[in-house]
């Protein structure tokens, strides 16, 4: 109930060798705390496929699969050229025709597909595909985005060879004249004239149509409920479409003394839980039998080095295993698209979406020069013409932070379970992008029907896990990726100069713990003033730093990843895996 490495042969005489690299690739995919897991396996007519961690619950018909959930008018889902469902899903379909890989709107899980002569191979994982064709052509446009933004960029893989499929697209495959062609299908923001209250009966209608058609055994999912309005946003919609919410088992995780304070994700989550009367358990991911050298080996296994987000994982995935073995078929989570923050300029609306370049921080601006690998920025990212500051804002979330920051994200937990996204639906993301800018901007509508769900229940005010600043400066953190950073590879990918810089400024001092009631008045006052006031503000001042530990944990997990596939060829090369059984 993982991840899945889909693959089509021009010729049936190639299938014996790519079913055996299929076989070798798929335990790979499988984390070592779950060394047992299950894989499924399948194979007829050119197709074959390999799940990881296999449960029951994974739809699938006719040599067709369905990874999430597809819902609504979805009868033909398995069929290649018919309309695409609603849902949060990658579907991979084949008939003695066409094969087709098939993103959601939202591109809430990430597809990549290799193609040539011989074969076509989709997956959830780079790294299942590199070890299927067997060559790893590394992409060294990854590495700035990696440096700046703890992500691999937009549209970017680890292997030049490799391309990820957009939101809301497919890759089809005429297995007759092996020809491949990409379709793509955008929701383009297209404000509706309308009363406000006629966006919000709209807004609400779409949301709880949605709902409505999710058709599942709530008591066989689990919901990660925290103390903000997105998990809280899930439990409410289900209810409003007539779903049974007691029958949802609920989860919240954090650090244990978050417990006891009431303005954290932890403390909020667990009222709403008890409130809603769900079945709820606490997990503390500050305590684990894994080492730090462990957790960090364990988080490149499970994302395959794709986003940086360790904090949440410290409990070395213990929490991830225990979903695993109830033998749930997944979680509810609650990534949405519903409007970002109000923003004073372009580089603050980057910011917000963490679409951060190197030339954004002092310590990386230099990294051009000193490399000579230039930053690469897709014109289709930039401002369009016309296109107000708040439209391009809520753009760039959904063209950049879900499809690659977000999707990585899901992609750890992809690993165990099953994953999806219901706030994400195609009928929801339409209807928000009928919204006028100023009905989209802090969740508007969504938040005023929130609120009326437990209204006596706080929102939360501090996350729950572990900051990254204090984690990369404990001393056995500081040494892993100390010893990492100067094993002599990394000058194959990272500047000297750069390399020196960071190993000089890693140190295992933790900083002295921030004085809430100071940092709750300095960040109320900020609150208060005007973006036009903050952007002066920002504008007057330097570059800032990127924290020197985070840099060293992104050095580290690059560095980690290119190691792990080079390592998988050369395995696959010893094991005379290249070569036709």
């Not at 497919?170 to 299908?185: D, E, G, P, V, Y």
């Not at 409505?212 to 999912?221: H, V």
């Not at 879900?402 to 639906?425: C, F, G, H, R, W």
């Not at 009905?439 to 508007?444: A, C, G, M």
Request: aromatic fraction near 10%.
């Amino acid at each position: 109930m993982a991840k899945i490495i889909y693959t089509c042969v021009r010729n049936l005489a190639d299938m014996p060798k790519y079913q055996q690299r299929l076989d070798a690739a798929l335990q790979k995919l499988v984390p070592n705390n779950i060394p047992n897991a299950a894989c499924r396996y399948y194979q007829q007519h050119g197709i074959a496929y390999g799940i990881s961690a296999w449960l029951p619950g994974i739809e699938e018909k006719n040599g067709s699969v369905c990874m999430g959930l597809a819902y609504g008018d979805n009868d033909a889902w398995y069929k290649p050229n018919t309309p695409l469902p609603d849902g949060t899903y990658a579907i991979f379909r084949s008939d003695n025709n066409y094969t087709e890989a098939a993103s959601d709107a939202a591109g809430s899980r990430a597809i990549w597909y290799y193609f040539d002569e011989e074969v076509f191979i989709a997956s959830t994982s780079q790294r299942a595909i590199i070890n299927v064709v067997g060559k790893f052509e590394f992409d060294r446009r990854v590495l700035p985005w990696m440096l700046s933004s703890g992500t691999l960029g937009p549209s970017l893989s680890w292997c030049s060879n490799l391309q990820q499929l957009p939101p809301g697209a497919t890759a089809c495959l005429n297995r007759h004249n092996w020809s491949l062609k990409i379709k793509t299908s955008s929701i383009p923001y297209q404000p509706v004239q309308a009363s406000e209250e006629e966006h919000r009966h709209r807004m609400q209608q779409a949301m709880v149509q949605a709902f409505k058609a999710i058709d599942i055994d709530l008591s066989k999912w689990i919901l990660p409920i925290s103390g903000g309005y997105d998990s809280r946003g899930i439990l409410c919609l289900l209810h409003e479409a007539g779903k049974n919410i007691s029958a949802l088992n609920a989860i919240t995780w954090g650090l244990k003394a978050a417990l006891k304070d009431k303005a954290t994700d932890a403390f909020v989550g667990t009222k709403v839980a008890e409130t809603a009367g769900l079945k709820h358990q606490y997990f503390a991911t500050d305590h684990t039998k894994a080492s730090v050298e462990e957790v960090f080996e364990r988080f490149v296994q499970c994302g395959e080095g794709r986003v940086d987000h360790i904090p949440a994982y410290l409990d070395g995935f213990a929490l991830w295993k225990y979903i695993y073995e109830t033998g749930c078929n997944g979680v509810l989570r609650g990534d949405e698209s519903f409007g970002w923050h109000s923003s004073g300029s372009e580089i603050s609306s980057r910011l917000m979406n963490c679409y951060t370049f190197c030339n954004d921080y002092s310590n990386l601006e230099d990294f051009e020069e000193l490399s000579g690998e230039k930053q690469f920025i897709p014109t289709q990212l930039n401002r369009k013409k016309n296109e107000t500051l708040s439209t391009w804002t809520d753009r760039l979330y959904e063209e950049f932070s879900i499809p690659v920051q977000m999707s990585a994200l899901n992609d750890l937990k992809l690993a165990y379970t099953e994953v999806i996204n219901p706030l994400l639906s195609r009928q929801i993301i339409a209807c928000t992008h009928s919204l006028p800018d100023e009905l989209r901007l802090d969740k508007k509508l969504f938040k005023e029907m929130v609120n009326g769900f437990l209204p006596k229940v706080d929102f939360a005010k501090k996350q729950a896990t572990a900051k990254e600043e204090n984690l990369f400066k404990t001393a056995e953190a500081v040494n892993i990726m100390r010893n990492e950073i100067a094993e002599p590879y990394m000058r194959q990918l990272f500047p000297e100069v750069l390399i020196n810089r960071v190993l000089d400024g890693l140190s295992s001092t933790v900083p002295a713990r921030k004085n809430d009631l100071k940092e709750s008045v300095k960040n109320g006052i900020k609150n208060m003033l005007p973006d036009s006031i903050k952007e002066k503000i920002r504008s007057k001042m330097p570059k800032p730093a990127l924290d020197n530990g985070i840099l060293a944990f992104r050095m580290y997990l690059a560095g980690k990843t290119h190691q792990m596939l080079c390592h998988d060829i050369k395995e696959l090369s010893d094991a005379k895996y290249l070569e036709p059984a």
